[in-house]
């Protein structure tokens, strides 16, 4: 048995010495130049800059539709891809945004359409979906509507930053909205 044992030993020594390969002989050097590239850009985010983050319509009469224009910028150093753009409401529509890759330095848009309802000062939130290093990115759009059927609709103004917000729609899906 210690003889058959110690053969066993003796072949798988002969059989391993013998395949002796250089394995660095295998490697080819443009996968090592690709790994490197690809190790170097993996730090490499896209950043999103906009030429505004907010934007205010002013005074605008109940039922008015506006819009306005949203630029922005890739000023990272890897391709910016923005995967959606949506609002908290549906009074609130944005469109026309570029869903291919935007390279560095090169400049996209989008607009956001506003129906106009309300009454007093009305606040929206249009999150920016893309491959950027927090995922998502806010602007907003403001406007002051004014209402002069207000009263007769149960709506009412709403308060300036920082005071208790009124609620004031009365129509089923709207509540906690302040336009009609």
């Not at 690809?38 to 009469?61: M, W, Y």
């Not at 995967?83 to 956001?112: H, M, Q």
Request: proline letters at 6%; glycine letters at 8%; one cysteine or more.
């Amino acid at each position: 048995m210690k003889k058959l044992i110690l053969s066993a030993c003796a072949l798988s020594l002969v059989v391993f010495t013998s395949c002796k390969e250089d394995a660095s002989s295998k490697i080819k050097d443009e996968n090592v130049a690709q790994a490197a590239q690809r190790d170097a850009n993996s730090g490499k985010l896209p950043v999103i800059e906009f030429d505004k983050v907010e934007h205010d319509f002013g005074t605008i009469q109940d039922g008015t539709p506006v819009e306005t224009v949203f630029s922005y910028t890739n000023t990272g150093d890897a391709p910016l891809v923005v995967t959606d753009i949506k609002s908290t409401c549906g009074c609130t529509v944005p469109t026309g945004w570029n869903r291919n890759p935007l390279a560095s330095g090169e400049t996209s848009s989008f607009t956001v359409k506003f129906n106009g309802k309300g009454n007093g000062i009305v606040s929206k939130t249009i999150t920016v979906v893309a491959n950027t290093a927090k995922g998502s990115e806010p602007v907003r759009i403001r406007a002051n509507v004014n209402n002069p059927n207000a009263a007769a609709t149960g709506l009412q103004p709403v308060p300036a930053k920082g005071a208790t917000p009124v609620l004031s729609s009365t129509q089923p899906g709207h509540e906690g909205h302040n336009h009609n």
